[in-house]
């Protein structure tokens, strides 16, 4: 919230303008605001014309109400993996800017954060944080809404690796692609691979299971079973 800051952080977007030249819509994280200020300043100096959109994530959007209400709004409890954008109130100096400036913000999902980041570390091959992943969610999930050529600033690469495979994992459940199953089966011979049998069918890849027969919750001839699979 400091116009040094803000002026030294709209450099990014004199680069894409001298990388992108035919760059049409410019798609980018807000968090506080100073990123996207930045950038907006810069890049409507030079060309007007380029559309730029700012992404916050959905529970910790304070820029719409805001900017409805004509004045910085602050939220009670944001909550987002999304931490390089997890903020309740927009900075002074870069709202005023942000609402004379850029075209639209939009927000995106925890399911959106999470396939996006799947996406560009199976796709692009790029190890990115949620927040930064932010404007590749938002084009996924409306792409029909962006006119092309468009530029998605991946800002940020500060992710734990335990936090990055358990939001891999959401992002593949999201897909799809990954599923988790508690069954219960008559304990009895060949109910188990019966069972097996029948994903193997369905082209479902094992990656692990748990069998248990001992639990107070299961009747004598029960066994539950916990799966979990690539699909």
Avoid: W
């Amino acid at each position: 919230d400091h116009p040094d800051i803000i002026a030294g952080q709209g450099t990014v977007g004199l680069e894409i303008l001298e990388q992108c030249p035919e760059v049409r819509t410019i798609v980018l994280g807000i968090g506080g605001g100073g990123f996207a200020a930045g950038v907006a300043v810069a890049v409507k100096a030079l060309r007007p014309d380029v559309r730029i959109v700012g992404v916050q994530a959905e529970g910790a959007a304070c820029y719409p109400p805001s900017l409805a209400a004509g004045h910085p709004v602050s939220l009670d409890s944001p909550a987002t993996m999304a931490d390089g954008i997890k903020v309740g109130r927009p900075g002074d100096v870069p709202y005023r800017l942000i609402e004379e400036l850029v075209d639209e913000v939009r927000t995106v999902t925890e399911d959106e954060l999470s396939s996006a980041l799947l996406l560009c570390l199976e796709r692009a091959k790029l190890v990115v944080e949620p927040a930064g992943a932010s404007p590749v969610a938002a084009l996924l999930s409306d792409p029909e809404a962006f006119r092309g050529p468009v530029v998605a600033v991946l800002s940020g690469g500060n992710v734990d690796p335990l936090l990055m495979q358990r939001i891999l994992r959401h992002g593949m459940s999201a897909a799809g692609r990954y599923l988790s199953l508690r069954l219960r089966l008559t304990d009895r011979p060949g109910a188990l691979a019966a069972l097996l049998a029948a994903l193997t069918v369905a082209d479902a890849n094992v990656l692990d299971i748990s069998h248990v027969r001992t639990d107070p919750r299961l009747g004598l001839t029960e066994a539950e079973v916990d799966l979990h699979l690539e699909t």
